[in-house]
């Protein structure tokens, strides 16, 4: 074959490949890809799918509802005991409650305290006339319980959940009480304080009323530490009974209303016991508050004298010296050693979390130490 017929053939060759190459379906790579518009319609019709919320049902809200039912720490409902009892004939009231308390009238300082410590002071719609002296953030809230009684009917009209109040005094006639509770409000009351342990009950209880267990029982906890570090101190002073120096707790002297000093059976005998001390009037045979003469004070002639002391008018003293400069008292021993001492009248009447305070006050003064 001569080199002109390779030639004509190798052009029919290449000829017949570019014929085959031009006939494959253009079709096939496009069937693979999507045209760019198809694309970009597929992308947004995504993502308004994506963003898109269905309607809320009433089904739905009702769940929703539930949801935050069962975000309560406690887990309700609840019964509590208050201190009715302690009244002869009577019997501590049960009370219920299905979930945590919305509105109360704070009749007494330690419930007071105990809501400002769990963030619910928007809860307090009344307080008592004192109540503000301590906690000062509610002072525009209406005063219905006063020193010359009840506004019933304001306290009727701010319609609480719940009374907090003291039992005891004159304040509560049984008709006044059947009327509040005949409105549905519910009454805690607090009896006597004996001990401690009782404040730190009501703290716990608080606590459930208003579903801030874990604030109440922080608070309850640090009380016990500093009573935890009051016994050790007073461990390492390793006194005798009869090396305990006898105490008298006054607030005040030569009152025309009487004096009158804690004995037994109430949460300051326990404090000057607790605190090393012995308190004489509990050992003279005093229960409860027992009035004490200046003759009686002069008689027993403590080693230590401790005092309440505020700036709050309802204290009758203010410093030492509003003590220690009445002639009557000069032969006392503990005037003429520098024996008397101040501790903070709040912590003592708040019956609160502040009373483990007065007890490390208590502490240092009877002992002449200091505790961290």
Known sequence: MNSKTLNIMSVIILAVFMVAFSLI????KNAESPEPAEVAETSEDAAYNETEEPEETAEDIVKEEIAEEETFSVEYPVT??????????????????????????AGETNIALCLKEFGKLDTVKGVGYWIPDDVPELSDSPQVLASGGVDLEGLLDLSPELLVTLMSGTLWE????????????????IGNVSKLDYIKEYITEYGLMFDSVEIASRLVTEMEEKQAKVKNAVEQMVKSDDEKPEVIYCTSIASEYGDWV?????????????????????????ENWGEYSVEKLLESDPDIILIPVSDNPFYVFKSVEDFTSHEMVQELT????????????????????TAADALVEFTEAINGISID
């Not at 607790?274 to 005093?286: E, F, H, K, R, T």
């Open 262 to 286: 804690p004995g037994a059976n109430t949460f300051i005998d326990q404090l000057i016991t607790d605190a090393g001390g012995v308190n004489l009037p509990s050992i003279q045979g005093i």
């Open 25 to 28: 379906p253009s079709g096939c």
């Open 334 to 353: 503990a005037v003429k050693e520098g024996k008397v001492f101040t501790v903070t009248g709040e912590y003592i009447n708040n019956l609160s979390f």
């Open 174 to 189: 049984p008709a006044v009480i059947e009327q509040i509770e005949t409105s549905g409000i519910k009454i805690y009351s």
């Open 80 to 105: 509590i005991e208050d201190d009715w009892g302690q009244q002869e004939g009577s019997e501590n009231r049960k009370l219920v409650f299905d979930g945590p308390v919305e509105s109360v009238i």
